[in-house]
């Protein structure tokens, strides 16, 4: 296979470029880029305002996108790594700032999301046109929500409605590989409430996944296999979903919200023990919220999240792996002097897993109580805020996480903020009891961060660079000496990250531009290797413009070789792409859309003998009135 360089590093330089050019120019009627993020301390906080690295994504920046998936809209952001397997609707697992890939909280709408079996949420399941906003923390997050918060926490808010009256919208969409698509939503909403709906369907022939070949002499190896003179197919994918929600406030101190989020769909690929699966994703809870004042609220919500797959070989049964999250939490804001807010709150969580094998079935439970407490203080120019949580795991046992951050604004638009946290993560059920491949001995992962981030903006524009240093003591890592996962004692990551946006007259401008340092640090013959599936270098430039009725956009991403093993013998090429999008608003409320992705057709991988989709084209038409 090719690999081709001269694509990133001229993303690298476009986006590098861009940064200093966003700092030297401002326009009048430039828009502010701040906006309110909630998952970051868990209340209500603009972007500038916070001491954590954010980022949010909302519904305009999604449809302007042309990204085809969710993996795809992350793709080649600052700290981000997408390793998937062969197009849409494949397994897709995200790596943020280094760490593992089952070291990201994922939430939807306020509920914890995630197989407990795999450690791992299904983002590939998630549609785009279900999603309203999605905020990107990076940092450790456990002093606030407990396990899996290491390298930080990605909240997905699905589609709502704003005001009064009826609204709605459809969208149709057809390209590359058979694909189509199809959705739409209507919400009635009144002085007081609302309820509101959307369905969407997806589906692709898709693209032949796996390029290795299973040969006695050289094992293709990666879950890919492939034998000589078959499953040489495209692999498809269906997606059906659906979102449903209510909202209530009988009076000013009082709201009630529920919520439910559900995607059933069947996806192909190559394999010799299952090569299709039905699965179903759902995402249910609710919300009791009292104000009686200014200073005081008081927060119930509940969750249930499902994640089931059934697994077949042709038409024959395999297995299926069926898991549920609960999960409860009751959290108090207390202002208890002007730019002083106390938080208080008990959380708790419950795993189940029911997996259903001809061989290696198992059952598993386990759950997780805790308590939080978190100051956030103002003091003119400076801001503070102190995180302290303990965890009473049911298997582990007790887990104290805390987190500290200042900030302080100085000179004309500079902001200078610092900040130190702990982290945990418990093994997955998989890495525990799976027959075959698990080790029952497993200790949880336990890290400690530090963080250092300069931001100078102004009026519609700004600059970041957020330096940080992870250590990681027992990370979980596959153990090929012993055919089942182990502890590596020590790894340590370090990483370097420089962001910059703004509005300039009808362009928008987002370059992003990441290094990453991440190795074993234990003693023996792999100290000072480089942790898989972690590139080096990565840079992503977006630049989209409006003129009069139409839109156009660039997207450029980049991302430096890789390796696909803790050993470091199975390299994985660096890449470049460029997507191009046009849009016409040829009438009110109606917008027709084009998408080329991969522009120059590059062949790669993002995961060893899995194919990436060459040239694709996407054409929409979309109904919205503002």
Not at 338 to 349: E, K, M, P, Q, S
Not at 525 to 548: C, E, V
Not at 560 to 571: E, I, K, Q, S
């Amino acid at each position: 296979m090719s690999h081709h360089k001269s694509p990133l590093r001229g993303a690298l330089l476009a986006a590098a470029i861009a940064t200093p050019a966003v700092a030297a120019a401002q326009s009048d009627d430039a828009k502010p880029l701040d906006s309110v993020v909630v998952t970051a301390t868990r209340t209500a906080t603009t972007v500038d305002a916070s001491l954590a690295a954010v980022e949010v994504i909302d519904r305009s920046q999604i449809e302007a996108s042309g990204a085809l998936s969710l993996p795809d809209l992350l793709r080649g952001r600052a700290g981000i790594s997408i390793i998937n397997q062969g197009g849409m609707g494949k397994l897709s697992t995200l790596f943020l700032r280094g760490t593992e890939s089952d070291h990201t909280l994922f939430l939807v709408d306020g509920v914890r999301i995630g197989s407990p079996t795999s450690g791992l949420a299904a983002l590939q399941d998630i549609p785009l046109d279900q999603i309203e906003r999605i905020e990107i923390v990076r940092g450790p997050r456990s002093s606030l929500y407990g396990a899996d918060a290491i390298g930080g926490v990605i909240q997905i808010f699905t589609r709502r409605a704003t005001g009064s009256g009826t609204s709605g919208h459809v969208r149709l969409a057809a390209g590359s590989h058979g694909r189509a698509e199809a959705s739409a939503g209507v919400d009635l909403r009144g002085a007081r409430g609302g309820i509101g709906v959307d369905i969407a369907h997806q589906e692709t022939r898709g693209i032949n996944a796996c390029s290795g070949y299973m040969d006695p002499l050289t094992f293709a190896g990666a879950g890919c296999f492939i034998i000589p003179g078959t499953h040489l197919d495209r692999d498809g994918y269906r997606n059906d979903s659906a979102t449903v929600r209510a909202d209530y406030s009988p009076n000013d101190a009082w709201r009630f919200d529920a919520r439910l989020f559900r995607a059933t769909g069947h996806n192909d690929y190559d394999g010799d023990y299952s090569d299709n699966s039905d699965i179903a994703q759902e995402v249910v809870g609710g919300s009791v919220r009292w104000t009686p004042s200014a200073r005081t609220q008081l927060k119930l919500t509940v969750g249930r999240n499902i994640d089931d797959s059934s697994n077949y070989i042709g038409t024959v049964f395999s297995n299926r792996f069926r898991t549920t999250r609960d999960s409860a939490s009751l959290q108090g804001d207390f202002t208890v002097a002007t730019g002083h807010v106390l938080t208080a709150g008990l959380d708790w969580l419950h795993d189940r897993a029911n997996v259903v094998d001809p061989w290696s079935p198992f059952t598993a439970t386990r759950s997780n109580r805790a308590g939080f407490l978190q100051y956030q203080g103002n003091f003119g120019v400076q801001d503070l805020q102190l995180a302290l949580r303990h965890d009473n795991n049911g298997q582990f046992g007790g887990k104290t996480t805390g987190g500290i951050a200042w900030g302080l604004d100085f000179a004309d638009g500079w902001r200078l903020t610092a900040s130190y946290g702990t982290a945990f993560k418990a093994p997955s059920f998989n890495e525990l009891y799976y027959p075959g491949f698990s080790n029952p001995l497993l200790h949880p992962e336990a890290s400690r961060s530090g963080e250092l981030s300069l931001a100078y903006g102004g009026t519609g524009w700004k600059v970041q660079a957020n330096a940080y240093d992870t250590r990681v003591r027992d990370l979980i890592a596959w153990d090929a000496a012993l055919g089942a996962p182990g502890n590596v004692e020590s790894a340590r990551i370090r990483g370097l990250e420089l962001t910059a946006n703004a509005r300039l007259g009808q362009w928008t401008v987002n370059g992003q531009i990441g290094w990453l340092d991440a190795r074993n640090r234990s003693a023996g013959f792999m100290h000072g290797l480089r942790l898989a599936r972690r590139p080096q270098h990565s840079a992503r430039l977006d630049l989209d413009r409006d003129i009069g009725d139409w839109s156009v956009g660039l997207t450029a991403i980049g991302e430096g070789a890789r390796w696909d093993d803790v050993t470091n013998t199975l390299r994985v090429g660096g890449y470049g792409t460029l997507d191009a999008r046009v849009g016409w608003r040829f009438a009110h409320g109606w917008t027709l859309q084009a998408n080329v992705n991969n522009l120059f057709d590059r062949r790669y991988e993002t995961s060893a003998w899995y194919n990436q989709p060459g040239r694709e084209f996407l054409v929409s038409l979309r109904w919205q009135p503002q």
